[in-house]
C-alpha cells in the first residue's frame, strides 16, 4: 500500500509528486501518456512530427503512435488543445508563468473589486497564495524574460497607449512587462549565435532563441535534462521527484509508471481506496491502494474519471463551470521584420485588472496559418456568420484564406501577433460530460466537451471585446499595414474549473484545502481545481502554486508533518544535486 | 439546411459497432453519418473515381492557398506563388482525413461528395473543366459552399477544421517530412512562400532585457528570505 497515488505526471500532478516526495512519502505516479525521458530524440523541431493533431507525438494519445489518439466528442467547432505525457500540456507551452489577478480571490478589497467573477471566487485571500508562488518561481525557476524583436517592438506598442511597466510580479494595474517566464535565461552563446554548431551546453545555457517552444524543448543540445532551457515539468519537477532521495534529506524517490491510463477510483463510499488503471501496450490492468489519492489529469479526464468511476455528483457541478480565457487573436502585417517564427514564444504581456491580458507571440508558419483560418466569424468581405465581434478598425473580421491569407503569410516574420486571453466567468453550460453518442474505448465512456460561444455572459463577451480593441489599437499605433481579427471558435489551450474548488458547496467540488466535499482522502491538483480562470493569465503557475499548497495540507491532515513552505528554502530544479544524480545514473 | 436549433446537439444513433478514434474529424464526420440531408451521401459517395476526389481536393486546396495552378486559374483566383496545390499536400490530406475517421471509409469520398453536392446547389452549371463541380466554381461561390456549411449543425465543425487543416498543412513542412526518417525529403513549400528561414537549433536573436529588468524580482524575495 502507497501513501500517496498521483494520477497525471502533468503541469499540476509532477508538482504534488515532487512536494511528497521530498517529504519521504512513498508516492506512485501515473501517466497515461508517453515517458518523453530524452526530449532530444523524442521530438524534432518539425511540425508535422510534433503538432499533428491526430498522430503527432504532442497529441492527446497513447505513446505508440501507431495507435490512434484518445476519442473525445466535441459537438462543435472547437480545438482543444492538451497533451498526453510526462510534463502534460507544459511540454508545448511558453514557459509563461504570471501569477493570478488579486480580484479573483475572497478578500480582495481594491477599487475594481466589482470587476471579476464575484460569484465564483478563491475561498482563500491572495495573500495566502503567495509564499507557494515564491516557492515554485524559486523551484522551477521562473526568471525575468530576455526580449526577442517582437517582444521590442510590442512594448514600443504599449508605450505608445500610455501603459506603465510593471515592475513587479503581482499585477496591480493596467501594465505591460516582459513576462515572467519558466525558461533560463540566455547564457554564453545562447541567443547569440545561428550557428548549430555553436549552440551545445555548456558553451551555450538556456534559452537559445531556437523559435521552437512548440514542438517541445530540447535546447540546448547535450544539456542535461534539469538544464533544459524551458521548464516543462518533465525537466524540472519530474527529475526532482525520481531524485528526491538525493536532494532532500527525508525525501523518497517516487515510482513513475508511464502508458498506465485511470480508469477507476476505488472508494469505500466515505474515503477514497485506491486507483486502477490499464497499461497501454498490453491491455492489462492493475489497482494499487494508498492512504491518499490526487488526480491531476486535466479538465477533461479528470471529471470524466470521477463519473466513470460512480462517485457522488449531488450538486451537478462535476465537469461545470469550464472557463477558456474566450481566446482570440488579432494579427498586424508589420512594414518590417519582427521574427515572428525567430526568438521566444511570447516574451511580453499586458495586463488589464478585470478583462484579462494581451500577449505578443510567435510560432511557426504552419501553425500561424492554421490559426488564420480558425475562424467563426465567415469570411472577410463575404459574410460574418452571425459572430458578435467588432472590427475596431482592423482590415478584416474572420478567416483569413485565399489570397488575404496568401498576403499576410508572404512573409511570416513580418507577423506581429496578439493573443487575446479574456476574464471569462464561470458558467455552468460550459461543460465536460460522458458522451451517449459515442461508444465507450477501452477506459469506458468518452467525455464530451461543450462550450456554448454565442451564448457567453455579458461581461465575459465585454472583456474580450475590450481586447480586441485594445489590440488593435496597438498594432495601428505601431503602424501596421494590414490589421486582421480573427475571432476565434473556442480554441481551448487554457482550461480550468471542472472540478473547482469553491466558497459554497452548492457549486464546487472542492473545499478550500482541495479536497473533495463528497469523498475525503482524494484531491485534485491541476487546473480543473482552480476556482475561476484567475482572471485571464496563463494559469499554470496559479495551478503549481495550489498544487504546493495542496501537498502542503494533505501532509498535515494525513500524514501528521508540518508546514514547510514557510520555514525552508526551496531547492531549485536546476540544482547540481539532481544534475549529478542523472548523469551518475546514465539516463541522461 | 439548418437541422437543429442552436449549438447543443441532439443525441446522434451512431452504430454501436463504430469504433471512433478522434475528435476534431470525428465530430464532423458523425454528424454527417446521422444528418437525414447528408446520410444518403455517403452511399453515392463511394462511387467517386480518384480523379473526381483528387480534382475535389485540389479545388478545396487552390481555395485556402491559391497559386498559379490550373484549379487557381478556375476559381478566378490566384496568386503568382505556389500555394496549397503545389505544397505536396494533397496526398496527406486525403491520408489525414481516411486514417482518422475508421468506422466512415474513405471519409476524404464523403467529404468530396459533401462539396460537389453544395457546389451544384451554388451553381447548377459549373460542369467544366473539371469533374468535380467544387472545383469548378468561382471563389466567391467556394466562399457560398463554406458559408452554407458554417449554418448547417451537421457540417459546423468540417468547416471549422478544414481551412485550418489546409492552410496548416500547406505552410507546414508536411509535403516534404518523411514520418520514417523524421526528417525532410526537400525543402517545403510553405516555408519557400512564408519566408521562413527554417528550422534550427538556435538564433541570433537576443535583444537584451527591456530596461535592463534582468533581476527578477524572485530572486530579490529570495535574498529577503535569507537575509
Redesign the interface.
Known amino acids: 500500500m502507497r501513501d500517496v497515488i498521483v494520477v497525471g505526471a502533468g503541469g499540476g500532478g509532477a508538482v504534488v509528486a515532487k512536494e511528497l516526495a521530498g517529504r519521504g512519502l512513498d508516492v506512485l505516479l501515473l501517466e497515461a501518456g508517453a515517458r518523453f525521458a530524452n526530449p532530444e530524440t523524442d521530438w524534432t523541431h518539425f511540425e508535422s512530427d510534433a503538432n499533428n493533431p491526430y498522430l503527432g507525438y504532442f497529441r492527446f494519445g497513447p505513446a505508440d503512435r501507431s495507435k490512434a489518439e484518445w476519442v473525445r466528442e466535441i459537438p462543435q467547432s472547437m480545438l482543444f488543445v492538451q497533451l498526453a505525457g510526462v510534463g502534460g500540456s507544459t511540454n508545448h507551452y511558453q514557459g509563461n508563468s504570471p501569477r493570478a489577478m488579486p480580484g479573483a480571490f475572497v478578500g480582495y478589497d481594491g477599487a475594481d473589486r466589482q470587476a471579476y467573477d464575484t460569484d465564483h471566487l478563491f475561498p482563500f485571500p491572495y495573500r495566502d497564495l503567495i509564499p507557494y508562488y515564491e516557492w515554485v518561481e524559486a523551484t522551477l525557476p521562473v526568471q525575468s524574460a530576455p526580449m526577442g524583436k517582437k517582444e521590442e517592438v510590442f512594448f514600443q506598442g504599449a508605450q505608445m497607449l500610455g501603459l506603465p511597466l510593471q515592475r513587479g510580479k503581482d499585477i496591480t494595474q493596467a501594465a505591460f512587462r516582459p513576462q515572467e517566464n519558466a525558461i533560463l535565461q540566455p547564457q554564453g552563446t545562447a541567443g547569440k549565435t545561428s550557428d548549430p554548431h555553436k549552440v551545445s551546453f555548456p558553451a551555450a545555457k538556456g534559452c537559445t532563441f531556437c523559435g521552437h517552444c512548440s514542438q517541445g524543448c530540447f535546447e540546448p543540445l547535450s544539456a542535461p535534462i534539469n538544464l533544459k532551457a524551458k521548464r516543462s515539468t518533465s525537466v524540472s519537477y519530474i527529475p526532482m521527484a525520481l531524485t528526491a532521495d538525493r536532494w532532500s534529506r527525508d525525501g523518497k524517490s517516487i515510482t513513475l509508471v508511464a502508458d498506465a491510463f485511470a480508469i477507476c477510483v476505488n472508494t469505500d463510499g466515505v474515503s477514497a481506496r485506491g486507483i486502477t488503471w490499464r497499461i497501454g501496450s498490453t491491455g492489462e490492468t492493475f489497482t494499487e491502494e494508498a492512504d491518499v489519492i490526487i488526480l491531476a489529469c486535466g479538465t477533461v479526464e479528470n471529471p470524466r474519471l470521477w463519473l466513470n468511476s460512480g462517485l457522488p455528483n449531488s450538486n451537478g457541478w462535476v465537469g461545470r463551470g469550464l472557463t477558456d480565457h474566450y481566446v482570440d487573436v488579432v494579427t498586424g502585417v508589420m512594414p518590417f521584420d519582427v521574427a515572428t517564427t525567430r526568438g521566444p514564444g511570447s516574451n511580453g504581456r499586458i495586463d488589464y485588472p478585470g478583462y484579462g491580458m494581451l500577449e505578443v507571440v510567435g510560432d511557426t508558419p504552419g501553425l500561424r496559418a492554421g490559426l488564420c483560418a480558425f475562424s467563426d466569424a465567415g469570411v472577410p468581405g463575404f459574410y460574418d456568420n452571425g459572430l458578435p465581434g467588432g472590427s475596431y478598425g482592423a482590415d478584416t473580421v474572420g478567416r483569413l484564406i485565399g489570397n488575404d491569407l496568401k498576403e499576410a503569410m508572404s512573409n511570416v516574420d513580418r507577423l506581429l501577433n496578439i493573443d487575446i486571453f479574456t476574464d471569462d466567468d464561470v458558467e455552468f453550460q460550459n461543460n465536460v460530460g460522458l458522451s451517449t453518442n459515442y461508444p465507450p474505448d477501452e477506459h469506458g465512456p468518452v467525455p464530451r466537451i461543450e462550450i456554448f460561444q454565442r451564448k457567453r455572459s455579458a461581461r465575459t463577451i465585454r472583456n474580450r471585446e475590450f481586447l480586441a480593441q485594445k489590440a488593435v489599437d496597438l498594432l495601428r499605433a505601431l503602424g501596421a499595414k494590414k490589421i486582421h481579427r480573427i475571432n476565434k471558435p473556442p480554441f481551448v489551450i487554457h482550461s480550468h474549473n471542472t472540478m473547482r474548488m469553491g466558497l459554497s458547496a452548492s457549486d464546487s467540488i472542492l473545499d478550500s484545502i482541495c479536497e473533495a466535499r463528497a469523498i475525503k482522502r482524494l484531491f485534485i491538483a491541476d487546473n480543473s481545481a482552480l476556482a475561476n480562470g484567475i482572471g485571464g493569465p496563463n494559469p499554470t503557475l496559479t495551478t503549481q502554486a495550489l498544487a504546493t499548497r495542496t501537498a502542503e495540507k494533505i501532509f498535515q491532515q494525513y500524514f501528521g508533518g508540518e508546514a514547510w513552505v514557510s520555514r525552508e528554502a526551496p531547492v531549485a530544479s536546476t540544482d547540481a544535486t539532481i544534475t549529478q544524480a542523472f548523469v551518475q545514473s546514465g539516463t541522461d | 439546411m439548418d437541422e437543429f436549433q442552436g449549438?447543443?446537439?441532439r443525441?446522434?444513433p451512431?452504430s454501436?459497432r463504430?469504433?471512433?478514434?478522434?475528435?476534431?474529424?470525428?465530430?464532423a464526420a458523425?454528424?454527417i453519418a446521422n444528418s437525414p440531408l447528408l446520410g444518403p451521401l455517403l452511399k453515392t459517395a463511394q462511387a467517386a473515381t480518384p480523379d473526381l476526389l483528387h480534382d475535389t481536393f485540389n479545388g478545396l486546396l487552390a481555395?485556402?492557398?491559391?497559386g498559379p495552378d490550373t484549379y487557381s486559374q478556375a476559381q478566378g483566383?490566384t496568386?503568382s506563388?505556389a500555394?496549397d496545390v503545389e505544397a505536396n499536400v494533397a496526398e496527406v490530406l486525403i491520408g489525414?482525413l481516411d486514417?482518422?475517421v475508421?468506422f466512415l471509409p474513405q471519409f476524404s469520398v464523403t467529404v468530396a461528395a459533401i462539396l460537389n453536392n453544395l457546389a451544384q446547389f451554388v451553381n447548377p452549371s459549373a460542369n467544366n473543366p473539371f469533374s468535380s463541380p467544387f472545383a469548378n466554381l468561382k471563389?466567391?461561390e467556394k466562399?457560398g459552399v463554406?458559408?452554407i456549411m458554417?449554418?448547417t449543425d451537421a457540417l459546423?465543425?468540417l468547416?471549422?477544421?478544414l481551412?485550418?487543416?489546409?492552410?496548416?498543412?500547406?505552410?507546414?513542412?508536411?509535403g516534404a517530412?518523411d514520418?520514417v526518417t523524421?526528417?525532410?525529403t526537400g525543402t517545403p513549400v510553405?516555408?519557400t512562400?512564408?519566408?521562413?528561414?527554417g528550422?534550427?537549433?538556435?538564433?541570433?536573436?537576443?535583444?537584451?532585457?527591456?530596461?535592463q529588468?534582468?533581476?527578477?524580482?524572485?530572486?530579490a524575495?529570495?535574498e529577503k528570505?535569507?537575509a
Not at chain 2, 193 to 197: F, G, I
Not at chain 2, 213 to 219: A, E, G
Open positions: 449549438e447543443s446537439s443525441p446522434l451512431l454501436r463504430s469504433f471512433v478514434r478522434t475528435s476534431l474529424l470525428t465530430t458523425v454528424a481555395f485556402i492557398v491559391p483566383a496568386s506563388t500555394g489525414t486514417l482518422t475508421p471563389y466567391a466562399v463554406l458559408q458554417d449554418s459546423k465543425s468547416a471549422g477544421v481551412p485550418l487543416l489546409l492552410a496548416a498543412l500547406c505552410y507546414s513542412d508536411a517530412f514520418p523524421r526528417n525532410l510553405g516555408w512562400v512564408s519566408n521562413y528561414s528550422v534550427s537549433d538556435g538564433r541570433d536573436e537576443f535583444q537584451g532585457y527591456f530596461q529588468k534582468v533581476m527578477p524580482t524572485q530572486i524575495n529570495e528570505r535569507h
